[in-house]
């Protein structure tokens, strides 16, 4: 796959916006002086011959509507310009602009910009999916990025990657109010506004506060990103009905704020709308020329039914409860069938919990917001795997604030053989936070909390809550491999940081092994 010089990127870039600098301040949020494009730009959903452009335009005073011109070029200079347009945004959908690029190339980068009020947007740059013939493709996975918790120097870092996307697994951010999970007052990252968001407008304003984070704007800028969200961009452990941070009796009708938060989210991400959103199914398949089929699943909205306790087994285990829901699973079962068919080597979900078996059977599980508070939807999708012959299976997992490595056998506690990994249908990485804290390992007794939980989960590899961070995700046709990595701090602006551990599974295994420290 051909590199691309950031060196050259950033020195053209950084030139056309000299009048507009960027400013790093841990006094504001507003870091950015360019009056117009006060939201920086981004990229996302790319296929092989489109991606999405968007940005936001700060409106004049008093302007209902606003014309904003756009265009995208195969160098940064703007000397060989593919296609550009115009169009109008307005009040209706928070001044934002969303912009499908078709008609272009794929594996290509390309460099985009918008102009508005005589006003220039800073320069980005995306990439098209890779034909069939591409030999390794290179990701990068984050989730739950929490403003008041600290700095967001996992952004800054893999900004600075190789990478042909950026997969973000939910927590965007949070709907909370300051001090309810994190404060924000010494670093100047108190949430806006400050309370729980309910409302269309207060969704707004949190996702302008966090677009308005540089290191957020410079991995937009940077990556097309591939997002899914999970339960905060609406409010704590939702489903389909409600959630736990929803009281119909103070805070209205769930319906109605659910509906503030994906209108928000659409109008604010860098997603394609079309005819599905309207369900709303976020859902969606990503195709990596015959290399790798990414498909991202929704775990919270559509299908989700309410959570149990943990401790009530015969509840955990109805095949009446759902987490995926049956027109998801219906398009999940064909997905995997087309992949099979066309013969991919990479089968990736990505989604937000935890999917492998975490307690013996029998056992109280640790945690009910995971598939193992709906197994009869894990033994769906292990039925489904199996009926379709689905290999080189790998779940991307977000939400958890900590980092996992499993081999994902139906059985880990019954002909599982961690040494071969005899049984294994697929593998599970789950990422770490951005700034979201872990209790994981903490403390005195962190080490042996640890050792107990790979004791006590033959199938499990490596967990580790005491760093925030990302992974790359690394696919050959020959192997996958996961590097985690950690940074140094989160409560001051650092570019520290430190690889931790990294595994390979090679391809028709379904096992993992440890990876030597990259070069």
Known sequence: MRSISRRGFLTTSGAALAALPWVRSVDALAQVTNPVFRHGVAS??????????????????????????????????????VTRGELQTGAARDFTVKVDAVGLEAGTTYYYRFQANK?????????????????????????????????????ACLANRDV???????????????????????????????????????????????KADPDSQEIHRRHPFIVVWDDHEFANNTWWGGAENHTPETEGDWTIRRAAAIQSYYEWMPIREDLQTLTPRIYRTFRFGNLATLFMLDTRIVGRDQEVDRKDAAA?????????????????????AESVRNNTTWNVLGQQVMFAQQSAPGAVIPNADTWDGYQASREHLFDMIE??????????????????????????????DKKSGKGSLGVEFAGT???????????????????????????LHYANGQYRGYF???????????????????????????????????????????ASKPA
């Open 44 to 81: 996302g959903d790319p296929l092989s011959d489109r991606v999405i452009l968007w940005t936001r335009v700060t409106p004049a005073a008093g302007a209902a509507a606003q014309s904003v011109s756009w265009e995208l070029a195969r160098d940064e200079k703007f000397t060989r310009v």
């Open 119 to 155: 006003g220039q947007s800073p320069v980005g740059r995306t990439r098209t999916l890779p034909p069939n013939n591409v030999s390794r493709i290179r990701l990068g996975v984050v989730s739950c990025s929490n403003l008041p918790q600290g700095y967001f120097n996992a952004y």
């Open 472 to 514: 790359i995700l690394d696919l050959t046709k020959e192997r996958m491999q996961a590097d985690f990595y950690g940074v140094a701090t989160v409560q001051e602006r650092n570019m520290k940081e430190r690889f931790e551990k990294g595994f390979i599974t090679e391809s028709g295994r379904n096992h993992l092994v440890e």
């Open 316 to 336: 955990l285990a109805s095949p009446a409860r759902s987490l995926l829901g049956a027109a998801q699973e219906n398009w999940l079962a064909r997905e995997f």
């Open 433 to 459: 936070s951005i700034s979201s804290p872990s209790s994981l390992g903490a403390g005195p007794d962190g080490a042996k909390q640890i050792a107990g939980i790979l004791a006590n989960r033959p199938h």
């Open 387 to 416: 009926r379709i012959k689905v290999n080189n299976l790998a779940v991307l997992t977000g939400d958890i604030h900590s980092s996992w490595a499993y081999d994902l056998p139906r059985r880990p506690y019954d002909g599982y």
């Open 164 to 210: 042909d996307a950026v997969l973000h697994l939910g927590d965007y951010f949070y709907e909370y109010a300051n001090k309810q999970y994190g404060d924000g007052t010494a670093l100047g990252r108190i949430p806006a506004p400050d309370k729980e968001i309910i409302s269309l407008q207060e969704y707004r304003e949190r996702h302008a506060q966090y």
